[in-house]
């Protein structure tokens, strides 16, 4: 409990460190002030290998050529 707003938390939540505000230990942005509580977690996107796209574009390729091949002999 705050002493100086009697304003009550539960475990999962905190004060906001701007306005006082009770928020919960999830938000990363106060939804009374604006502030940002917490720093934004960015995901790490995994790069592809280059040298797997260059086999897959000439082994499908090989494919669509040898299938467009044959139909052009009949």
Do not use: H
């Not at 938390?9 to 938000?27: Q, S």
């Amino acid at each position: 409990m705050d002493e100086n707003t009697g304003i009550e938390k539960k475990p999962d939540e905190y004060f906001c460190r701007n306005c006082g505000n009770v928020v919960n230990k999830e938000v990363v942005i106060c939804p009374k002030c604006g502030v940002q509580l917490k720093e934004l977690e960015v995901s790490k996107v995994q790069v592809k290998d280059k040298t797997v796209a260059i086999l897959l574009a000439v082994f499908l390729g090989f494919w669509v050529w040898i299938y467009t091949w044959e139909k052009d002999q009949f």
